[in-house]
């Protein structure tokens, strides 16, 4: 029960980022969740999120920064998307 609220929690904050605070409470969580289902793809959406954000939809955890230039290669392609497969 406990992680349900906390996925619900994290969904209603992610669902304010992109919608902002003025459409957040004019779109319903059902309505917004029936726009992600009926779209084309979900990956358009979730790479549009991304390059907004720059954390997944639904993310719980913020990426680690770079410590240094010994490790900006990895968390480049760790955690950049690849818009090459799309």
Do not use: E
Not at 13 to 37: C, E, M, P, R, T
Not at 43 to 60: A, E, I, N, P
């Amino acid at each position: 029960q406990n992680q349900f609220y906390k996925w619900l929690a994290l969904w209603k904050s992610h669902k304010q980022d992109w919608l902002g605070l003025l459409d957040n409470y004019a779109v319903s969580d059902l309505s917004f969740l029936k726009g992600i289902l009926l779209a084309d793809s979900f990956s358009d959406f979730s790479m549009r999120f991304v390059r907004c954000f720059t954390y997944s939809f639904l993310q719980s955890h913020k990426n680690p920064v770079p410590a240094g230039l010994k490790n900006a290669r990895y968390h480049q392609l760790v955690f950049a998307p690849d818009i090459s497969i799309f």
